[in-house]
Each structure stands twice: as structure tokens, then as C-alpha cells.
């Protein structure tokens, strides 16, 4: 991270098989989001009787940044 007063850059990438986070252009987390025992693990849990848990293929994600301010 960079240090305080000065902004970092992030990058996420979800992809179906991958996804990705960078921080200040440095791969800080990678995972596979649904590896193969994902849905017997879903259906076991707390979410069995919730069929369409974790069905949705669209994520949005906002980022807002604060205004920059006259402050020095």
C-alpha cells in the first residue's frame, strides 16, 4: 500500500474459471471461484434450500473516490 495522503490503484478481474485482484499494479489474490466441489459444498450448508444462491452471472461493483480537496 502506498503510504498515507497517497492513492492506490486496484484492479478486480472475475472471469468464470478465475479471478484476480491487484493492488498498485502487484497480483495481491488470485482464486478459482467455484472449484469443482463448490456446488456439493453450497448444497450441504445453510444455503441448500436457497436454489438460485450464487446464481447470478452479472456483478456490479462502484467504486467512488472522494472529492479531492484544496487541502494541502
Request: proline share 8%; hydrophobic share 35%; aromatic share 18%.
Amino acid at each position: 500500500m502506498n503510504p498515507s495522503g497517497n492513492w492506490n490503484s486496484s484492479k478486480i478481474v472475475y472471469a468464470p474459471e478465475w479471478v484476480g485482484h491487484w493492488l498498485n499494479g502487484e497480483l495481491v489474490l488470485s482464486f478459482n471461484p467455484k472449484p469443482e466441489d463448490w456446488q456439493k459444498k453450497r448444497d450441504s450448508g445453510k444455503w441448500k434450500n436457497s436454489p438460485h444462491y450464487a446464481k447470478f452471472k452479472i456483478w456490479l461493483y462502484w467504486f467512488t473516490r472522494p472529492r479531492q480537496s484544496n487541502l494541502v
